[in-house]
C-alpha cells in the first residue's frame, strides 16, 4: 500500500510541477502581450496628436486660400512653410504606421489600406499583390 500511496504523491508533484511551469509560461507570454499592447497604443497616440495637429495646419492653409478668394494679398512665404510642416507630419505618421506593423508582425496593402501577415503574398480584402 505504502508503494502505491508513493507513486500518487509522484504523480501529484510531477503534475503540479508541469502546471507550475505552464502557468509561468502563460505568465510570460501574457506579460508580453500586455507590453505589446502598451507600445502599440502610445504609437497610436502619438498618430493621433500628428493628426491633430495636420488639422489645425489645414485649419491655417484654409484661411489663407480663403483670404486669397475675397482678394486680399497672398503672403506665400509662411504657405510653403505650412505645407513643408504637412509632409513632415504624413512622413512621421507613416513611419509610425509602420512601427505598429513590425510589432503587430503585419504589413498594410498598398492597394486598399487593408492590414495583413508579414508573410502574406496577396491581400486577403483586394487581392492585391503584395
Given amino acids: ?4 500511496v508513493r507513486q500518487l504523491l509522484e504523480r501529484v508533484r510531477d503534475t503540479a510541477a508541469s502546471v507550475g511551469e505552464a502557468a509561468g509560461t ?3 507570454y501574457a506579460g508580453k502581450c500586455a ?3 502598451v507600445d502599440v497604443t502610445k ?3 502619438k498618430i493621433f496628436d500628428l493628426k ?3 488639422s489645425r495646419l489645414l485649419g491655417e492653409v484654409g484661411q489663407m ?3 486669397t478668394h475675397r482678394g486680399q494679398a497672398p503672403d506665400v512665404s509662411p ?3 505650412l505645407l513643408a510642416q504637412l509632409d513632415a507630419k504624413h512622413a512621421a505618421i507613416e513611419e509610425l ?3 505598429i506593423a513590425t510589432l503587430k508582425n503585419s504589413r498594410q496593402c498598398p492597394g486598399c489600406g487593408a492590414v495583413c501577415g508579414r508573410e502574406d503574398k496577396f491581400c486577403r480584402s483586394c487581392g492585391a499583390q503584395l
Fill in 1 to 4: 500500500m505504502e508503494d502505491r
Fill in 26 to 28: 502563460t505568465a510570460r
Fill in 35 to 37: 507590453g505589446l499592447m
Fill in 43 to 45: 504609437l497610436n497616440m
Fill in 52 to 54: 491633430s495637429d495636420i
Fill in 65 to 67: 486660400v480663403y483670404d
Fill in 79 to 81: 504657405m510653403d512653410d
Fill in 97 to 99: 504606421k509602420e512601427r
